[in-house]
């Protein structure tokens, strides 16, 4: 019989509060995602548009500027059209920037079978998806609604009239619409690589849950003679979101347009599939036995 | 100290995974000191070791572990050390970053993070170098170390290791196995899987055997094989006629083999009964005809035990 000296000594300092458990993954989730030469590349891609639009923005409202190189021609406006088109433009690049960086933060994760490990913390199944969520959610925000509302302020700046005041809601529909689509993202670049474990495989995936539903809604609209299908076209619903967010004029044939809630009811079906997908696929342990 | 918060317990737990079973009907209690869990692959071991740590749920009976359950996960995993069998880490990181992260994820400060996983690197010793190189191009010997150096850094009560000395070189096993001991010495929970039988056999507090999901035996290994009475118990004999020993010997009816030691200097005895054994020894020797050196069960241990009672096939004896 062993004799047990009952000297060791449990851990006893101070700790964090729980809540900041999930931030620890998030900075080496970051740190994971931005230590790719190609992530740091797509970054730079995604932003020469905003270079464009910051030069353009700059022509539009420097008088010398516009006679010198438009010759006075009116044709640049800086209004809520132009935004929608930054915003659409950068919310594009955020998914393919989304396709790149969400497989390596989970699948990486799944593939190594490091979830035992990162589980045997106490952080639960959502603190490991929320730590995951920021790390995605901050890195689209880089080419998002951080880049848009820089270009708002410039523009609230180099305008000659009091712009930004008269022009609130146009920014807050920017944060708002960008938000909604890095939720959206986020929860579906998440699901997708926890579902498919090979990264290049989940990052094609990623790209197919948003643009193969679009074929299915259009093939269900020319047959049914419907606009419902419509719904399932993610480009389509998410430019009507962001052009209703934005107060711009409609761009669709009115006879097409979708009801709010509708689109409302589809995001949200959406995000609730990705939960359970997350909910089935996060977990600590596939059947082990030995 | 309230012996339910000093100690590991499983009662009536089974766990199906679907319809795999993975443990049936599991009670068993696991006080301070080495616990070994032994059975051949596919037993239940992993799982019994992942209901240990929370990692799964029981699907029937309640386990507690130091008088917590794994719903009071803050607590529940402060106390719990794991170090998991499946050569597995998150991508990218070095050594210390491991470490220092998982610290960060149990709620240290950065300050205390540096520190306690200095001292562990240091107990397990893994210099600093090594350290601070990715775990990618560990080898084997070095990721086992750091696994357990991750495990270990932020002082849990109970440490629950499953394989920890696959793929470690005689040198570090011996190393890891000393810490074992110094760890379950001073009143830790260390609780470890292994094929190493022999290894862990010399340090192992109690053992727990289980195969097919099902527990076989538990507790003293001494005892465990006093318990297992159909197979004789087998004693060598050191002495200096070994010939008319074992013809003494089988002069009693409890004695059913006696098999010379091969250098000729001592005699194999199996027996039925020890006591009636022990008796007839004293005997023996106090007559002074044979004199006898040293005396010392030689199938009282874990490898005997599994033999005896999952077999070499893996199925229950």
Known sequence: MSVFLHEYRPYSGRTTPLWTRPLVLARYGLA????????????????????????????????????????????????????????????????????????????????????????????????????????????????????????????????????????????????????????????????????????????????????????????????????????????????????????????????????????????????LMCVAVLNARIRAREVVRG | MNPVNDTIRFENVSKFYGEVLGVNRVTLTMSPGITTLVGPNGSGKTTLMNLMTGLVQPSRGTISVLGLEPRNATEFFCNLGYCAQFDSFPRGLTGFQFVLDSLMLFGMSEEDAHHLTAEALERVQLDVDAAQRKIAGYSKGMRQKIRLAQAIAHHPRVLVLDEPLNGLDPMARAESLALFQELGRQGMHVVISSHILDEVDRIADRVVLITGGYLIAQGNIHEVRREVRDKPMQVLIRCDSPELLASKMFAVNHCVEARLHADGHGVFVRTADIDQFYRLLNDIAVEGLVRIEAVAPADDNTNAIYQYLIGSDGSAA
């Open chain 1, 32 to 271: 994971e995602v931005w230590s790719s030469k190609i992530t740091v590349g797509l970054f730079v891609l995604s932003l020469l548009p905003c270079v464009v639009e910051l030069v353009m923005i700059y022509l539009a409202d420097n008088p010398v500027a516009r006679l010198l190189i438009l010759r006075g021609n009116p044709v640049l406006t800086i209004n809520e059209t132009f935004f929608l088109n930054v915003l659409e433009t950068q919310c594009w690049f955020a998914l393919v920037i989304a396709s790149w960086i969400a497989p390596r933060l989970v699948s990486f994760d799944l593939g190594d079978s490091a979830l035992p490990i990162l589980l045997s913390h106490p952080i639960s199944r959502f603190g490991y998806l929320l730590g995951k969520f920021i790390a995605l959610a901050v890195s689209l925000s880089y080419v998002t609604w951080i880049p848009c509302l820089v270009l708002f302020v410039y523009q609230s700046y180099a305008s000659p009239q009091p712009w930004m005041l008269t022009h609130l809601p146009l920014g807050l529909g920017i944060f708002a619409g960008a938000v909604l689509w890095i939720a959206l993202l986020s929860l579906t670049g998440l699901a997708v690589s926890s579902w498919v474990k090979w990264r290049v495989i989940a990052t094609g995936a990623i790209f197919a849950v948003v643009f193969v539903p679009a074929g299915v809604g259009g093939i269900a609209n020319a047959i049914l003679r419907t606009k419902w299908g419509l719904l399932l076209n993610v480009p389509v619903v998410m430019t009507e979101i962001w052009q209703r967010l934005l107060g711009a004029p409609a761009f669709m044939n009115p006879r097409l347009e979708l009801p709010n809630f509708a689109m409302a009811a589809v995001l949200a079906l959406a995000s």
